[in-house]
């Protein structure tokens, strides 16, 4: 079963940093697509950073180039989104996506099968 669980959210003032962790099991990490995704309250989700087997990162979002970054450490099953530079505007709330299937990145949240709870980011000016 596969299993998706996001953590390291909290409240951050402006230009402050943040780390989210997606830890992700149940499946062999040798194709994968793990993008993280956010909604703003009132907005719709949208795609911010992938990391993929095939094509390492891809960025989504041209207002986090700079500031955000995506790793990982394999072994653990861990994805990691690195967030400095945060702004009030960055407020949302922050999901890992899975889909193991995947090799390249992709934006449509419609391409990824496992999702986490969430995990809440509030920036404060």
């Known amino acids: 079963e596969v299993q998706v669980v996001e953590s390291g959210g909290g409240l951050v003032q402006a230009g402050g940093s943040l780390t989210l962790s997606c830890a992700a099991s149940?499946?062999?990490?040798?194709?994968?697509?793990i993008g993280w995704f956010r909604q703003a309250p009132g907005k719709q989700r949208e795609a911010v950073l992938c990391?993929?087997?095939?094509?390492?990162?891809?960025y989504f979002q041209n207002s986090v180039i700079g500031r955000f970054t995506i790793s990982s450490d394999i072994a653990k099953r861990l994805v990691y989104l690195q967030m400095n530079s945060l702004m009030p505007e960055d407020s949302a709330v922050y999901y890992c996506?899975?889909?193991?299937?995947?090799?390249?990145?992709?934006?449509?949240?419609?391409?990824?099968?496992?999702w986490g709870q969430g995990t809440q980011v509030f920036v404060s000016s």
């Open positions: 149940g499946f062999p990490f040798d194709e994968y697509a």
């Open positions: 996506a899975v889909d193991p299937w995947l090799s390249l990145c992709t934006a449509d949240e419609y391409e990824f099968v496992y």
């Open positions: 990391l993929s087997s095939a094509t390492n990162y891809t």
